[in-house]
Structures are given as C-alpha cells and as structure tokens.
C-alpha cells in the first residue's frame, strides 16, 4: 500500500482496493457484524428481495466478497437455481467458498473485475452487489457492466453507504465513524485499512446523482432509498422488457 494512509490519498487504484480486501478477508466478517450491529444483514436480505430473485432463478453477485449475500440468494433460488460470486479479491473468495457447504452446490466463485465481467449479455436473472460500487474506480462502467449482463426485464439492487442529506444524520455519520469504526478496526490490527471508508464516502454519488447514473447506464427504472435514516441506501434499477 506504500507508506501514505489511504485516507489522505485522493482515490486509491484498484490494485491498492484489491489488496485491501485481501488483507482484510480473515476479520471481514466479523468486522461488518461489529461495524453496523448485526444490521448488514437485514439491508442484503432486502437486497435479495428487491432484486426480485426467486426459486430456479441464476443470480449474479458483483464484488460479493466473503459471500455474505450470495449465500442469502442461494437459499432463494433455492436447488433448482444457481448464484455466481464475483470479485477480485482472491482471498476473500476463497473465505466465501468455504462457507455453508450444504449451499456450495448452488454457488460459483469467480475471481473478476467488475468493471469488465466475464459473463455474456442477457445472462441473469438478477443482480446484487453490497458495499462495492463505492469502490469502483469507475462507477458508471460498473453500473453499465450489471446492465449488460441482466436478462431483460431483470433487476439489480445495489447496497452501499449514503451520504445523508439531513445535517444532523450526516454529524451522526461523521461520529460514527472516527469513534465507532475506526476504534473497531484498530482492535483487529486494521487501522489503516479501514481509513479509506470515510474519505470514500465522502466520494460516493449521492442517490439522485445514482439514478441519473444507473439511467445513462441503460436502465429503463431506477430508484434509490435511503435505509438507517439516510446512513445507507439502496440503488434498485430495472433493465426493459
């Protein structure tokens, strides 16, 4: 990562996210229990809601990580469908591939870059990704990318942080993470790591900016919520018919 923090860097390159993940991958889990109070988890299960995944569905989950989400798409689709895992990060898909062996047989990890997918167009019938548009070097090509590989008249739900709009949410925001974040990640020895969440939050397109993004992208629909009064959201964007 070189000697300067990531959070007095501008935008770390996708090399520097890539390693980051990797070095994170044995406490990433129990980091995002700790970090958001067991709350991350009802946000993906309404992320597999929202994305409309059903039973006999085939699923894709972009930047999946330690498969979290992809493991709640592969109890919907239930034995009949299919859920790929995508993401960089080596390490943690090998985390991923360990996890539930009683689901492993719905389930395909493949290491991949977002921004360039290696699936066909048309090849799914729904699409998650939890905190990973955020870290995108390019934001729109990896909203172009889900597009692409949506079946038409599929959707995609997008979790991330947000920035809230209300004063007061965005102070709690602020809080939230010098006194609750980084406290937390120093106790896993992952201090510097964890620095580049708040200057990447302060990056992220707000909800507005992200429809407009998901509609140059090519989706006929999208609408963003605010989750955890505004300190998350969700991108839902639907490909035409």
């Known amino acids: 990562m070189g000697d300067k923090p990531l959070a007095a860097r501008a935008q770390p390159d996708a090399d520097q996210i890539r390693q980051l993940f990797d070095r994170i991958a044995p406490q990433y889990d129990q980091l995002n229990q700790d970090l958001s109070f067991g709350l991350h988890r009802v946000w993906k299960q309404m992320a597999v809601r929202w994305s409309g995944t059903a039973a006999g569905m085939d699923c894709l989950d972009v930047c999946c990580g330690s498969g979290d989400l992809a493991l709640l798409l592969a109890r919907q689709v239930g034995p009949t469908g299919h859920v790929t895992g995508a993401d960089f990060a080596a390490q943690q898909l090998a985390i991923a591939a360990q996890r539930r062996p009683y689901l492993q047989d719905r389930l395909s990890w493949v290491e991949a870059d977002a921004l360039a997918l290696p699936f066909e167009d048309g090849s799914f019938d729904a699409v998650t990704m939890a905190y990973g548009l955020r870290n995108l070097t ?4 990896g909203l172009s990318e889900v597009y692409r590989v949506l079946k038409p008249g599929a959707k995609a739900a997008i979790l991330d942080f947000h920035t809230p709009t209300n004063p007061l949410v965005k102070q709690f925001q602020q809080w939230y993470l010098s006194q609750i974040v980084v406290p937390t990640a120093e ?18 397109p707000p909800g507005t900016e992200q429809v407009a993004l998901a509609k140059a992208a090519g989706f006929a629909q999208a609408v963003h919520y605010p989750l955890a009064g505004g300190l998350m959201g969700m991108l839902v964007a639907s490909r035409a018919t």
């Open 138 to 141: 390019d934001i729109p090509q």
């Open 187 to 204: 106790r896993f020895g992952l201090s510097e790591e964890y620095a580049y969440i708040s200057p990447s939050v302060d990056r992220f």
